[in-house]
Structure formats: structure tokens, C-alpha cells
């Protein structure tokens, strides 16, 4: 009786012990790179469409005028550099693709601290208007990397939740 006594209590204590151990938080990659980005600049290679350069560089400075940051963060301007764009005709429209490459550079001393690159293509029926709607996904893509605020457009699926 004693023994089993013991035993009960020896099997709280470890599970008192063991209940207010704690985890640490996962440190999130994601927010280790996260900037007050103050301006950006796009630029692009002459064969790349001028309406292309201009809308997503108006895009992108709309999204960073638009956000606010509550805590002090390392100060970046980011260089969005569209290589490559393609038209690629199908049956019913067309496909039109992007490689873009996204440099964040230091404000105070003008170094590189983060790049990357991506893809972006888009499906559109008629002719007007895929220049603006793949600018939209390449701010958009970026305003979600950097987290920025800025108007975006909605899918089906956020839709229905709002």
C-alpha cells in the first residue's frame, strides 16, 4: 500500500513537472527578414513592356505608402528587377510570364541584406490589359513577402470568408 502510495505520488510530481515546462517559441525565418521598407525602385531590360515597369512600380509604392509599421525595424529600400517577360499565345488568350528578381538594400549603409527571385504568369482572355494584371500578381507577390499593406484583389475563396 505504502509502495503504490509512492508510486502515485511520484508520477504527479513528474507530471506537475513536466506540465509547466514550456516550449520556447519557434523562431519564424520569416519575421527575422522583415523590413520597414521605405521606397522602391523597378527596373527592367529595354525588350521588357514600359506598361509592365510602370504599373508594378506603382503598385508596389501604393503598397509601402500604404503600411505602417508599430515596432522599429531595419530600414530597406527594395530593388525589383524584372528579367524576363513572355506573351505566349494559346487557343482561347493568352499566358504572360515573369522572372523577377527582389533585392532589399540598407538604407544606411547601402549594402544588399536579402534577395530572392520568382515567377509570376498569369492567364488572360483578351489582348488589353495583361501588362496591369501581371504587374498586380508581381506587387502583390511582393507585398506578401515584405508584408506590406496594400489593395489587393480577392479570390473566390476569400471571398466566401468575408
Partial sequence: MFRRSVQITLILLAGFSLASFRMPAKNDERDK????????????????????????DLLVDRAIRST????????????????????????????????????????????????????????VFGGDGGDEALAQKIAERIASEFKLDGPRHGTLASALTE
Fill in 33 to 56: 527578414l522583415l523590413y520597414d521598407v521605405r521606397g522602391a525602385f523597378v527596373t527592367a531590360k529595354p525588350d521588357i513592356p514600359a506598361s509592365l515597369v510602370t504599373a508594378t
Fill in 68 to 123: 505602417l509599421r508599430p515596432t522599429l525595424l531595419p530600414r530597406t529600400i527594395i530593388v525589383i528587377r524584372i528579367d524576363h517577360a513572355s506573351i505566349t499565345p494559346l487557343l482561347l488568350g493568352s499566358r504572360r510570364e515573369a522572372r523577377v528578381t527582389v533585392q532589399a538594400v540598407s538604407v544606411g549603409d547601402g549594402e544588399p541584406v536579402a534577395e530572392g527571385s520568382f515567377q509570376a504568369s498569369i492567364y
